[in-house]
């Protein structure tokens, strides 16, 4: 079991966290000082708060404190997940529903990862389902594409891309050393981000030319990145 530690809030007690990642132990005790002080000097009792992107949940827990005659939804669509139900029952928050989805970047699609083994996507404007993306195990983080039409899903240690129109997979399941944590398309769709439970972190690049699916799983598997300074560089002699 981990040990507590607690992250600093100006002016109030700090907030103690009882699961949360080792590697950003350090970080946690005085992070983020100045943003949490905008929020004890301006949120007021009876405030609904959205928090996306709730992550371990030291903002939902403080949003909880402040605004105890409101409501925060926290948005959380990866693993971290669990790691924020602890840290929220852990401090006695009773005024946060926690929800495991994620928004399209045009805010019209919604998806939902679920421990039944489906990620769901949504109409935002309906709530109608559009589709489901079936797995065999627990969906533990769901994202979309900037332009909506590709969802990455992680189950366990595998990750997969999926039509979000159709609900048909796009790749076949990539796998990873350890369980993945988090995933994320980059800002022009070009390249899939996935973290894991080995602090590993790989890129794949989504190439858009023609080929087969055996060719281009091939060439992700690869890994076509290398870090070089702050840039990431294509690589192609890594594949055969």
Same mark, same amino acid.
């Given at each position: 079991?981990?040990?507590?530690?607690?992250?600093?809030? $100006?002016?109030?007690?700090?907030?103690? =966290?009882? /699961?949360?990642?080792?590697?950003?132990?350090?970080?946690?005790?005085?992070?983020? =000082?100045?943003?949490?002080?905008?929020?004890?000097?301006?949120?007021?009792?009876?405030?609904?708060?959205?928090?996306?992107?709730? *992550?371990?949940?030291?903002?939902?827990?403080?949003?909880?404190?402040?605004? $105890?005659?409101?409501?925060?939804?926290?948005?959380?669509?990866?693993?971290?997940?669990?790691?924020?139900?602890?840290? !929220?029952?852990?401090? *006695?928050?009773?005024?946060?529903?926690?929800?495991?989805?994620?928004?399209?970047?045009?805010?019209?699609? %919604?998806?939902?990862?679920?421990?039944?083994?489906?990620?769901?996507?949504?109409?935002?404007?309906?709530? =109608?389902? =559009?589709? *489901? !993306?079936?797995?065999? +195990?627990?969906?533990?983080?769901?994202?979309?594409? !900037?332009?909506?039409?590709?969802? /990455?899903?992680? &189950?366990?240690?595998?990750?997969? %891309?999926?039509?979000?129109?159709?609900?048909?997979?796009?790749?076949? $399941?990539?796998?990873?050393?350890?369980? %993945?944590?988090?995933?994320?398309? &980059?800002?022009?769709?070009? *390249?899939?981000?996935?973290? &894991?439970?080995?602090?590993?972190?790989?890129?794949?690049?989504?190439?858009?030319?023609?080929?087969?699916? +055996?060719?281009?799983?091939?060439?992700?598997?690869?890994?076509?990145?290398? !870090?070089?300074?702050?840039?990431?560089?294509?690589?192609?002699?890594?594949?055969?």
């Amino acid at each position: 079991m981990q040990d507590r530690v607690e992250t600093s809030i $100006p002016g109030r007690e700090p907030i103690e =966290l009882v /699961a949360y990642y080792d590697e950003l132990r350090d970080y946690y005790a005085q992070c983020e =000082l100045e943003t949490k002080r905008w929020f004890v000097d301006h949120v007021r009792a009876d405030w609904s708060i959205f928090d996306v992107g709730a *992550n371990i949940g030291y903002y939902t827990i403080l949003f909880s404190q402040l605004a $105890p005659h409101g409501r925060v939804f926290a948005f959380e669509p990866t693993a971290t997940a669990a790691m924020l139900r602890a840290n !929220l029952a852990h401090n *006695n928050v009773g005024n946060a529903e926690i929800h495991e989805v994620a928004f399209s970047a045009d805010d019209t699609q %919604i998806v939902t990862a679920s421990a039944d083994g489906n990620a769901r996507v949504w109409s935002a404007a309906t709530g =109608l389902r =559009l589709t *489901n !993306l079936k797995h065999a +195990d627990s969906v533990d983080a769901a994202a979309f594409s !900037l332009d909506g039409t590709r969802v /990455a899903t992680a &189950s366990g240690h595998l990750a997969q %891309i999926w039509d979000s129109q159709t609900g048909q997979p796009i790749t076949s $399941p990539f796998e990873y050393q350890g369980s %993945i944590l988090s995933l994320a398309f &980059s800002a022009q769709d070009t *390249n899939l981000i996935v973290a &894991s439970s080995d602090q590993g972190m790989r890129v794949w690049g989504l190439r858009t030319e023609s080929g087969t699916l +055996d060719r281009w799983q091939q060439i992700a598997r690869c890994g076509l990145f290398t !870090l070089d300074g702050s840039v990431l560089s294509d690589n192609p002699e890594h594949c055969p």
